[in-house]
């Protein structure tokens, strides 16, 4: 989850945030891997339930609209192409944000509901990485 996280890094997960509020577009969530649920895995929600997502020229489209992303810096973009694919119900399309070098949801497929267990709240470790990771979510990123 570059540049957001780094590997090595301690975060605090809130793991009861979404039995008192929903998962929202731009939440950095905690998952079981689809593909192998002994791992976990850390990607923003792209896109929610019943939602076609689109990436055209790298850009992400979702219902035909594009998605304002100032947390992906043009180094880590991606060109590539993908889709149109609607997410099912209950399931969310999740991409990180190392564009280019990202295992996500256009590798694995939309991650269910059931397998999300929490969203990331803040790094604490180093220390020079200490602070909210919500921040970095944007008010764009989360009306759409």
Known sequence: MAPLLSDDELIFINRLVYR?????RG???VFW?????????????VALPGETV?????????????????YVPSQY???????PEQ?????????????NRSNDSRVFGPVASRLIYGRAVFAYWPMEHFGSLSAIRTAEAKSR
């Open 87 to 99: 997410v099912p119900s209950e399931s969310y399309f999740v991409m990180g944000d190392h564009r």
């Open 20 to 24: 008192i509020e929903p998962v929202q």
């Open 54 to 70: 689109e990436i055209r020229q790298g850009f992400v489209y979702v219902n035909g609209n594009r998605l304002l992303e100032p």
């Open 27 to 29: 939440d950095v969530v």
């Open 77 to 83: 973009e991606d060109i590539s192409d993908f889709g």
């Open 33 to 45: 891997y689809p593909l192998d649920r002994t791992k976990s895995f850390i990607k923003r929600i």
